[in-house]
């Protein structure tokens, strides 16, 4: 029988960990690695944070939604990085301004607002969480400059690649990431089919011109 492989400690992924007062041991068990199953919901908009979540294994998709039911993907969690949204909150003291899901079976622990805030006093840790804060702001303009900047089409071609030649993927998951409704993503990849870029099932899409969806996500002609 093979045994799963050991989870990263904590310190390993988080090196600042090492020298925070109270230390790790020290909070334990208060604070110790909770495992929840993909789909679950760690937080929501408009809601006070609970807790600073660190990523040990799985993944967390943090979304914002708007008043008539869509959903943009602002940017994902994996291990070793830090969470904008819930420090934003725990910074400011106010409710959160996106939602947080599990993509996959996840590993984390739940840092306590009071914790995090004593944390924050040794700088290794203080410097560790800007430094994260700072990559989160520039993937979250990548992500404006694509939104306000770049067609439809050609962030549906960007995010159809890197994943494979098969793609167990819903239409209604891809306009969830995109920030926009379902008919229009429905109406982009029958043209992509047209065109013979990809070819369309029953919650799967099979790419097979990866050259063409590059030169449409790069704005160029196909």
């Known amino acids: 029988m093979t045994q799963a492989p050991a989870l990263p400690t904590p310190t390993t992924l988080y090196p600042a960990l090492a020298q925070v007062q109270p230390s790790l041991a020290d909070v334990h ?26 990523v040990l294994d799985g993944e967390i998709k943090v979304s914002r939604s708007s008043g008539d039911g869509r959903s943009l993907e602002l940017y994902r969690v994996v291990p070793g ?18 939602h947080g899901v599990t993509t996959k079976a996840s590993t984390l622990l739940l840092i306590s607002p009071d914790v995090f805030n004593r944390w924050l006093e040794t700088p290794a840790f203080r410097n560790e969480v800007l430094g994260l804060f700072a990559e989160r702001m520039a993937d979250l303009t990548c992500l404006i400059d694509a939104v306000a900047f770049q067609r439809l089409d050609q962030r549906l071609a960007a995010a159809l690649l890197g994943r ?26 029958r043209r992509f089919e047209r065109e013979g870029w990809v070819e369309l099932a029953r919650e799967r899409i099979h790419i097979r011109d990866s050259a063409a969806l590059r030169a449409v996500a790069a704005g160029l002609p196909a």
């Open 164 to 189: 494979g030649q098969n793609l167990a993927l819903t239409h209604q998951a891809l306009a969830d990431e995109l920030g926009t409704v379902r008919e229009i993503i429905s109406r982009l990849l």
């Open 81 to 98: 990085e830090l969470c904008l949204v819930s420090s934003a909150c725990l910074f400011r003291t106010q409710p959160l301004s996106a």
């Open 29 to 54: 068990p208060a604070i110790a690695p909770i495992s929840v199953p993909a789909g679950t919901v760690l937080f929501t908009e408009n809601t006070p944070c609970q807790g600073f979540p660190l």
